[in-house]
């Protein structure tokens, strides 16, 4: 893969194939060692899970 340099405009690293579905297809796209790949994995559920808890927060403050 090809290094690409930033000059701080729109960058062509930050582009999902068409046919990237799940993060296991941006993994390999990336290509992405094993352990990287679960922290990537690790990162996106730990967000997930945030704002889930932050979307409970909101509707117990909102039923109180």
Known sequence: MATVKSVGG???YYNIPDYATDLQDLIEH???EFEIGNIF?????FWQGWIERKRQRNFKLRKS
């Open 10 to 12: 729109t960058t062509s």
């Open 30 to 32: 990336k290509r992405m």
């Open 41 to 45: 994995k690790a990162c996106y559920h």
